[in-house]
Nanobody, 123 residues
Framework: QVQLVESGGGLVQPGGSLRLSCAAS????????IGWFRQAPGKEREALLCISIYDGNKNYADYVKNRFNISRDKGNNTVYLQMNNLKPEDTAVYYCAGTYYYCSGYVLRYEDWGEGTQVTVSS
């Protein structure tokens, strides 16, 4: 059974950093791409970054460029989202999701989802 579990969210001040984790079980990161998404209240879920051994790292959101970074630890079957210089507009529930082989910026391409972790950026 495929399972994705996010962790690492919380309350952080503007300019601060957080590292989110997405622990995957039931499938291998060698066969799947993992994407990070977020959804703010009243807004649609949006793609941020994705990682796959087939097409590398993908960035789907210019507004997180140079602030957010995606990486993976194959040994732990975990993907990370490092978030730096956080802003109040980054406040959202952050999700990781899996799809076969190649990254995509489309939410509907992803078959498996975690339950999300809340990130709140506020002073």
């Amino acid at each position: 059974q495929v399972q994705l579990v996010e962790s690492g969210g919380g309350l952080v001040q503007p300019g601060g950093s957080l590292r989110l984790s997405c622990a995957a079980s039931g499938f291998s990161l060698d066969d799947n791409a993992i994407g990070w998404f977020r959804q703010a209240p009243g807004k649609e879920r949006e793609a941020l970054l994705c990682i796959s051994i087939y097409d590398g790292n993908k960035n789907y959101a210019d507004y997180v460029k140079n602030r957010f970074n995606i990486s993976r630890d194959k040994g732990n079957n975990t993907v990370y989202l490092q978030m730096n210089n956080l802003k109040p507009e980054d406040t959202a529930v952050y999700y990781c999701a899996g799809t076969y082989y190649y990254c995509s910026g489309y939410v509907l391409r992803y078959e498996d989802w975690g339950e999300g972790t809340q990130v709140t950026v506020s002073s």
